[in-house]
Nanobody
């Protein structure tokens, strides 16, 4: 069992930055692929970014070039650095963990989820 806890959300102005953190429990954290998803009010949950154990990184087109996912296995932590924020980035951001390194953009593929952290970007 892996427990995942997000932090770092808050309010930012358009063009600003925020860094989200995701702390995970477990000795085998380094084996998991980790993903960030987000859900805006009235919308479905969508893929944002993912990182494998190698690490390889993957991004949704909407955040490519603005967001950076990274991991620090010694601290069992994954980060999402969000720059050049836009109002449309406003959402609850969720961190998730999965076995394996395939199907990284599918939320149903992930085994463990955090409670989410809210990000609000004002115009």
């Amino acid at each position: 069992q892996v427990q995942v806890v997000e932090s770092g959300g808050g309010l930012a102005q358009a063009g600003g930055s925020l860094r989200l953190s995701c702390a995970a429990s477990g000795r085998t954290f380094w084996r998991y692929s980790m993903g960030w998803f987000r859900q805006a009010p009235g919308k479905e949950r969508e893929f944002v970014a993912a990182i494998t154990w190698t690490p390889s990184t993957y991004y949704a087109d909407s955040v490519k070039g603005r967001f950076t996912i990274s991991r620090e296995n010694a601290k069992n932590t994954v980060y999402l650095q969000m720059n050049s924020l836009k109002p449309e980035d406003t959402a609850v951001y969720y961190c998730a963990a999965k076995h394996g390194s395939d199907c990284l953009s599918g939320s149903s593929e992930y085994d463990y989820w955090g409670q989410g952290t809210e990000v609000t970007v004002s115009a």
